[in-house]
């Protein structure tokens, strides 16, 4: 199947007029993050600025149908721009190398050398990364945690992605998959987590444990869930985190309350964290951040109730994400230029 | 009252006839390992060989008492040898230059600059150092993690100590204290800790927390407890982590079953430190060692059960550290050899 998708080669090797001030912007890269249900592309130059960005459905689970759109996407974005590198950000845990993706939850990459497929249809060097790590490393470049020597970050989606950065470098562990914060078990024999276990924390900080409290709380039919089941006409199964959020930020105080316990859990987690890494910052993004304050406020109480040591240290600041939900393709654009050490 | 120390300077400005070998060991460090009770002190060469070795009980908790008895040990120990520089261990947070001693639990040490102090007493460089980072870097210059570039060492006595080796180096943080692994919540709403808060690992996973289960099963006068109380004459106050790790180690069911207890908990506890941290290899050791594989076996179930993305990924190898009870001073001596970066 491979042999469809015709490589980018022939037209890399033409300067073509419409490059967009190629001497001003020598080194642009782009950057692709792909998630369980889009695929986001985008031109990212050496500030961190998304010059030109594109956005495709997720093509399913199939290897080289995702490699199909990567070069669509790249061969798009390249008739404007002259692309010096291409990054790659998936939920998933990469080989140390950036060659290779040796487990992708969402996709059907087991063991796949993506790496050297896309260098060979894209002509330009590509970088492999995971998508917390593309996150983190761009709110460490360009975003709050700017310049931070000791960086934890903490993308809340469906479930928590976690990625520390230590001297300017992201530290991924041994065998590449450090950073897994969202599965600390933080209640044992608590709920039961995708990857197999109980009680992760993912199951009490995310969006996807927000949306499982509210539909609990709206299944209780309590009064006090109300404007929820009105949010929905009735149908208990629409309730979502997003939902959650919405109705919080209108006031609903159920939704508050809801967001509430989630930011609890969240800033016990991080005080877990705190006594093993003790960062000098976290940075907090991902989807659920949409709550804000609503969300921070109850995180940064329970953070500083629970830090253990509490008194006798510095508390590290708890900051929201700046760059929004184009971290992850800005981080990956500028890993594929500033490949890991 | 520190003007009663008399500075040791006037002896090291000569060579004396007793000293061993200099020309073959030109860098012999004194480590000193300061814990509750003892402090253990030692002339360790550049292979990490402990040469001789002095104990002292701790003498209260005055620092200017803490600093005579060291003076003490060092002014001992340099009659036969000459000692270039001198590492102390203790349990606390020191600043990250190895100069001050935020906070030491059992101590009376608050932002106390010991290392002036010492320096001026002993006229050698100082460097002070927490005894887990201690133990760990021992551990991973001449014992059981010799060379693994990430490294997880667990000291269990009656608490928890941590410390992560990276690339060769202590991670100890943006504010000098991380790796207190031990207190990670991992039961929220569990067993109250001295550190203040509830469910902290130490609980479940330490000497303590075995003593603890151990006089609770002997006070439920259940049956299964009759050896253990046997042992104490009865008296369950004097049940003890060590009691019972030697009962088990004769073979008493109930202290092999408690020990198998505190394995699992230490167990998932590692699987939390490998889903955040991916070490290559644990090194776990203190004084629950003892109890060997009796307490590893149960442990090495629950990581490889509890261990997120298993499966999937290398399983870190679970090793037993091989230094002993002098890892915390070979470490610290050595240290002042090599001090941090």
């Known amino acids: ?20 001030n190629p001497a001003e912007s020598p080194n642009l890269a782009i950057g692709i993050d792909i ?5 986001a592309a985008g031109v990212v130059d050496e500030q961190g600025t998304v010059l030109a960005e594109l956005r495709r459905q997720t093509p399913g689970r199939d290897p080289r149908a995702v490699e199909a759109t990567i070069v669509e996407l790249v061969s798009e974005l390249g008739r404007a721009y002259r692309i010096a590198s291409v990054g790659i950000g998936a939920a998933g845990w990469m080989d140390l190398s950036g060659s290779t993706v040796l487990f992708s939850p969402h996709l059907a990459w087991r063991n796949e050398p993506l790496r050297s497929n896309l260098e060979r249809l894209l002509c330009r060097p590509v970088m492999l990364t995971n998508d917390a790590d593309a996150a983190a490393w761009a709110e460490w470049r360009f975003g709050a945690g700017r310049g931070e020597s000791r960086l934890v970050c903490i993308t809340l989606g469906t479930g928590i992605g976690g990625a520390m950065l230590m001297d300017g470098r992201i530290e991924r562990g041994q065998f590449g998959v450090a950073g897994e914060f969202g599965h600390q078990v933080i209640m044992p024999g608590g709920h039961r987590c995708e990857c197999g276990n109980r009680g992760c924390w993912e199951q009490y900080a995310s969006g996807n444990a927000l949306g499982r409290e509210a539909r609990e709380l709206a299944r209780a039919k309590s009064p006090v869930a109300q404007e929820i089941l009105r949010a929905v006409d009735g149908d208990v199964e629409a309730i979502t985190g997003a939902v959650i959020t919405e109705l919080a930020r209108q006031g609903d105080p159920a939704s508050i309350e809801l967001i509430d316990d989630v930011g609890g859990w969240l800033g016990l ?14 940075v907090v993004g991902g989807g659920l951040c949409e709550a804000g304050e609503l969300l921070l406020e109850p995180a940064r109480r329970a953070f500083g109730r629970n830090l253990t040591g509490r008194g006798f240290r510095p508390a590290a600041p708890i900051a ?10 800005i981080g990956a654009a500028d890993l594929s230029r500033n490949p890991p050490r």
Chains 1, 2 share one sequence.
């Open 320 to 329: 929201l994400a700046a760059l929004g939900p184009r971290a992850g393709l």
């Open 269 to 282: 987690g991080m005080a877990n964290l705190a006594a093993a890494l003790d960062p000098g910052m976290f």
């Open 1 to 20: 199947m491979s042999s469809e998708i015709s490589p980018l080669c022939g037209e890399t090797t033409t300067d073509r007029p419409e490059i967009v």
């Open 35 to 39: 998630g369980g249900t889009k695929v």
